[in-house]
Nanobody, 122 residues
Framework: QVQLVESGGGLVQTGDSLRLSCVDS????????MGWFRQAPGKEREFVAA????????NYADSVKGRFTITRASAGNTMYLQMSNLKPEDTAVYYC???????????????WGQGTQVTVSS
């Protein structure tokens, strides 16, 4: 049973923008933080960004600060990741996550999506 449904990945060029979406299909309202991780070929999975359930608190990896924006409505079940000025090093499978295992800002999550591929060509 698919719990987190991701969409929006694709192939773009350096400098382009892309928006990822994630829907928690299990519920209409969510009081859990949600976030994104990514995994590039041959590399470990890494944290990208997260947003508190209220939509007012966010946390970003240094590598994406100023280029990526994470948003959601307060208690909403849908989250977005707006990615701008994309670079080849952003190429990875992006995973949506929710249900943090510890307090905010968490880097460990219990529920993961299946991932969506983002490829940035040079």
């Amino acid at each position: 049973q698919v719990q987190l449904v991701e969409s929006g990945g694709g192939l773009v060029q350096t400098g382009d923008s892309l928006r990822l979406s994630c829907v928690d299909s299990r519920r209409t309202f969510s009081f859990s933080a949600m976030g994104w991780f990514r995994q590039a070929p041959g590399k470990e999975r890494e944290f990208v960004a997260a947003i508190f359930w209220t939509g007012t608190n966010t946390n970003y990896a240094d590598s994406v600060k100023g280029r990526f924006t994470i948003t959601r409505a307060s208690a909403g079940n849908t989250m977005y990741l707006q990615m701008s000025n994309l670079k080849p090093e952003d190429t990875a499978v992006y995973y949506c996550v929710t249900e943090p295992r510890d307090s905010w800002p968490s880097y460990e999550y219990a529920v993961w999506g299946q991932g969506t591929q983002v490829t940035v060509s040079s």
